[in-house]
Each structure stands twice: as structure tokens, then as C-alpha cells.
């Protein structure tokens, strides 16, 4: 099985975390160049992340802050596009639980379900929820103010005919 390389990540074992845990995380310029790539962004100027980790009765919540200055590329005109992020998120997790399936074998999802994460291998990776979050944070179609997508004119369609047309026009002259 090949293992997905993460473009930043902080595991913390389970056994870490206690009554309490508390992590500012503020990646270095290589890592914020790989989340950048990852995130298809022009620049990740800065990012800080807040996370304080606490286990509740059926695994854990993370509650934290991100903050972030980007440059997304605006959609329409191309051009760079600094953004600011500065967003509280919550975050729950289970201990390894699988959805039940129904009778007929199929596991059965509300859209309005918000189902937490499942903790895998006994560890939750702060990195990997600090890009998400970012990524969360962005708008996934960056339109930069003033930006007016102008639709370009329908080409003419060109009949057989009309080039038969032109063929015989240019061999009479």
C-alpha cells in the first residue's frame, strides 16, 4: 500500500493529549511552500494555527483558530489575489466506529449528518487538520472585485458550402 505524503504534518499519540492539550502550530516557509503547492495557491505568506485537544465521552474535540495570509488566483482575470483568514473551527473524533449498514448491507447517510473523524492508528495529525481547515477557509472560486467574465463571441459556423464557395471564387479569379 503506498503511504500519501501529507504536505505538513504533526501527529499526536493519543497517550499525549491527557485532560488537555494546547498546540500553536506555524509551519516553516518549506512547509508553507508545499501546502501552497498542494492548496494550489500563489503564496502562503503566513499561517498560525490554534488547537487545544480535550477527550469528550465518546473520543475528542479539537477547537481551534486559523490564521492565514494567502494569495489565491482570481479566476476570471488570472491575476494574484491577497486574502486574510482568521476562522474558529471545531472539529469531533470517534474511536475507530464504522457507519452500521442497513438489511440490505448499505451504510445509510443524512446529507445534514455531520459525522466525526475517525482516529486511525492511535494518533491525530494536527498538520493534516491545519491544511484542512485552511482549505476550508478558502473560496474555492477566488473572483477578485471588479473581475466580469465577458462571454466571447459564439463562432460562425461554417457550412460545406460556404467553403466550396470560397474554393470556387478563388479559382475563377
Known amino acids: 500500500m503506498t503511504q500519501i505524503q501529507l504536505p505538513y504534518s504533526e501527529p499526536v499519540r493519543l497517550h499525549q493529549i491527557g485532560t488537555l492539550l494546547e498546540r500553536t502550530l506555524a509551519p516553516e516557509t518549506a512547509d508553507r511552500a508545499r501546502i501552497a503547492k498542494a492548496l494550489n495557491l500563489a503564496s502562503l505568506d503566513s499561517l498560525t494555527v490554534d488547537m487545544a485537544l480535550v477527550p469528550t465521552v465518546s473520543g475528542f474535540r479539537m477547537e481551534g ?18 486574502v486574510s483568514v482568521d476562522r474558529d473551527f471545531t472539529v469531533n473524533f470517534v474511536h475507530g466506529a464504522e457507519p452500521e449498514n442497513n438489511e440490505d448491507g448499505e451504510i445509510d447517510i443524512e446529507l ?4 466525526p473523524d475517525v482516529i486511525e492508528d492511535g494518533k491525530i495529525d494536527l498538520g493534516q487538520y491545519a491544511v484542512e481547515q485552511l482549505f476550508l477557509s478558502l473560496d474555492p472560486f477566488p473572483r477578485k472585485d471588479g473581475a466580469v467574465f465577458v462571454q466571447p463571441p459564439e463562432p460562425v459556423e461554417i457550412s460545406p458550402f460556404a467553403a466550396l464557395k470560397s474554393l470556387k471564387d478563388s479559382s475563377q479569379g
Open 65 to 82: 483558530r486559523v490564521r492565514a495570509e494567502v494569495v489565491q488566483t482570481c479566476g476570471l482575470s488570472l491575476e494574484p489575489m491577497p
Open 112 to 115: 445534514d449528518d455531520d459525522f
